[in-house]
């Protein structure tokens, strides 16, 4: 098997992504990949026969060593050790209900607190067999991770277009976006330009801790909403430190669960359309265990998504799918297990779903 030097390069920063290695490592080898793209594989192998690759800037020890052994033709070391690593799941136990989606709904990029453009991640989704992405980037008021404005957003849906106008029939980038829930229960954008959007994910990011009977209310009158597709990691815990993110390093602080009426909140959800997350990012694991089965008695939809930040954290899908799984949520409830005309005349119209 041969392997050229930037796939080398990005594939390692994929797998060391998935493995929530440390931001910095993971960007060591995807900018090498940049700064050997733009190279002829002529000068690429001058300068491996002639020692001058770590001339380059973002060129070092470790990263030169996999250029030289694919230049080589041979399968580098370092790739060679993390692809033995990751030769079984992230999580077991939902190997058959990952096999059956379709795409994500929930992904961020350099737009706003993400680290990877937006065609890095969707050339990552599309090598793992998604028939969907959708590029949720953040919403204006949320300004620590450089929430979108209409403005900004409208430029960005143009960058949708083009990237689905490259890509073809094969695959799809959905125009998204996570909006944050304001005090009142109201959506942080233009009610007109969400309407132009093919999902949006509602999320709280702040006054987590607002009280049981206000937060109800908040988080109820946003599902309501008809412009509601998905209710983001509900509950805003974070049951361990965050890691793998541009910015966070080692930091994020552990964080209980929000307090509101669960029966109330997913009622409404049942009685919307509106499908509730299943957040499948390892620190949030968001519903808990024990709301997650209430949601499924209750009757809602699911979608089981990533909340990835870079293109590594798209593969978080099977801790989503083992928690799925372990606490019966019915497959085809979960919406992006769906083939994308039926999720998108769900999330035009959520109250005309299917009966499950």
């Given at each position: 098997m041969t392997i050229e030097p930037v796939d080398a390069l990005r594939r390692i920063a994929f797998l060391l992504e998935r493995s929530r290695e440390e931001t910095r490592r993971v960007e060591a080898y995807r900018n090498a990949a940049k700064v050997l793209l733009p190279l002829g594989e002529d000068e690429v192998r001058r300068r491996v026969g002639d020692g001058s690759l770590q001339e380059l800037p973002g060129i070092g020890p470790s990263t030169s060593k996999v250029i030289a052994q694919a230049v080589a033709g041979q399968v580098p070391d370092k790739l060679a050790d993390l692809e033995a690593a990751a030769g079984v799941p992230l999580a077991e136990g939902g190997e058959a209900l990952r096999a059956v989606l379709r795409g994500d709904l929930h992904t961020h990029s350099d737009w706003s607190d993400g680290g990877s453009p937006v065609e890095e991640m969707v050339a990552t989704?599309?090598?793992?067999?998604?028939?969907y992405l959708a590029l949720t980037d953040h919403s204006p008021r949320l300004t620590v991770a450089n929430g979108l404005t209409a403005a900004r957003l409208r430029r960005q849906l143009t960058v949708v277009d083009a990237v689905n106008a490259h890509v073809g029939d094969s695959f799809r980038l959905l125009r998204g976006i996570e909006v944050d829930i304001l005090d009142d229960g109201e959506l942080d954008q233009e009610p007109g330009l969400l309407a132009e959007l093919d999902v949006r994910v509602a999320s709280v990011h702040s006054k987590l801790r607002m009280e049981k009977g206000a937060m109800t209310r908040r988080m109820v009158t946003a599902v309501r909403n008809p412009l509601t597709s998905v209710l983001g990691h509900c509950t805003g815990r974070r049951v361990m430190p965050r890691r793998g993110d541009k910015g966070a390093g080692n930091g994020g602080r552990v964080r209980p669960q929000s307090e509101f009426d669960a029966r109330a909140v997913f009622e409404a959800c049942a009685q919307t359309g509106t499908a509730v997350e299943i957040n499948s990012r390892p620190e949030r694991q968001d519903p808990p265990g024990d709301l997650l089965e209430l949601a499924v008695e209750t009757g809602c939809l699911f979608a089981l998504s990533t909340d990835a930040h870079a293109p590594g954290q798209l593969d978080f899908l099977d801790h989503g799918c083992a928690r799925a799984v372990r606490h019966g949520v019915p497959p085809e409830r979960i919406v992006n297990t769906w083939p994308l005309a039926e999720l998108l005349a769900w999330a035009a119209d959520p109250t005309a779903a299917r009966t499950l």
């Open positions: 989704a599309m090598e793992l067999g998604h028939d």
